[in-house]
């Protein structure tokens, strides 16, 4: 049998490659009911519940069509008995995007019935304005309008 780090592993693998595809139930597969998750588009109070987080897909999964990547460069396993966290950069974009933008996601797991679901999902880009001007950082750290 596999340790808990393979099976999560596993997990998080199966679901970008559903992404890509823009497979929905691969997508939903292994997430909790009451999964949370903050993405990288509003609401800036993040989605709750596996409905919600559902609705977040189509328009992903229609610019994915486009020939987007959505591939796992990296990814980081910890794992305890019943919780575990997971991060990971993705080359996430298209061929006309700069192609050393990252996207980070890190992921809160928990075991329910002896089986991992995703319980929190958090996707970010790094902000990429230089540090020099500080009228852009002090813009980006305060536009955050949902």
């Known amino acids: 049998m596999s340790t808990d780090t393979e099976q999560i592993r596993t997990l998080i693998e199966r679901w970008a490659e559903a992404v890509h595809r823009g497979d929905m139930a691969g997508v939903l597969a292994d997430h909790a009911e009451d999964i949370v998750m903050f993405d990288v588009p509003p609401p800036q109070e993040g989605v709750h519940g596996i409905d919600a ?87 980006a750290a305060t536009d955050l309008r949902p």
Request: net charge negative.
């Open 53 to 139: 987080y559902r609705e977040t897909w189509p328009g992903f999964f229609a610019w994915q069509a486009s020939g987007a990547s959505f591939d796992i460069l990296s990814l980081d396993v910890v794992a305890g008995d019943d919780v575990a966290f997971a991060y990971a950069l993705l080359r996430c974009g298209t061929a006309d995007q700069d192609p050393d933008v990252r996207l980070r996601i890190t992921f809160g797991l928990r075991k329910e019935d002896g089986r991992w679901v995703v319980a929190h999902e958090h996707h970010s880009f790094p902000d990429r304005s230089d540090p020099a001007d500080a009228d852009a950082v002090r813009e």
